[in-house]
């Protein structure tokens, strides 16, 4: 899909490499997995083979995130708008699944931009140097995001919307 309109009328374009609107979600026992079997892949070639079902689309103005079957003319499964808690949590007090999902989130213009320098960080090194301020989890009924901060901590920062 090359345009999609947000909820706030804002309208969402890939067609300009690095896009603003397009976000990359790495789990992260894909990455783990990935690691075991090839511990030198470069962040190019995980980012080009990982499995890309879902499209994650970021909106600039209002920070809705919205999640597309990647086929032509997909569909929005789900939105999630920003709704950023007040209060902090450790991992054992979020309501996680019993193998909780945690993942990586990277804005398309991150990665190009670290793809493109001299000497571009291969995935072990990425995800050591950036992972840890981009470390998010969802709630086992996939309707709270948490995002962690510094100190281990998890806060809430999306929610999925309820007109959904
Ligand atoms: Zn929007």
């Not at 140097?129 to 969802?138: K, L, N, T």
């Not at 009924?141 to 100190?151: A, F, H, I």
Request: hydrophobic fraction near 25%; charged fraction near 30%.
């Amino acid at each position: 899909m090359a345009n999609l309109g947000c909820t706030c009328g804002r309208r969402m374009s890939s067609t300009n490499l690095p896009s603003d609107n397009i976000i990359y979600v790495f789990p992260k026992k894909g990455v783990r997995e990935t690691l075991e079997l090839n511990p030198d892949i470069s962040l190019l070639d995980y980012e080009r083979d990982y499995n890309r079902e879902l499209e994650y689309w970021y909106c600039t103005e209002c920070r809705r995130v919205h999640v597309v079957d990647n086929v032509p003319c997909g569909k929005v499964l789900t939105v999630y708008e920003s709704d950023r808690g007040s209060e902090t949590y450790s991992p054992s007090e979020l309501p996680l699944a019993s193998e909780p999902d945690f993942f990586y989130v990277f804005s398309e213009k991150e990665l190009y931009d670290e793809e493109e320098c001299d000497n571009p960080a291969n995935l072990a090194e990425w995800i050591e140097r950036q992972g840890i301020m981009h470390y998010y989890c969802i709630s086992s009924d996939k309707n709270t995001v948490y995002k962690r901060e510094l100190g281990g901590k998890y806060r809430k920062v999306y929610s999925k919307e309820k007109s959904r």
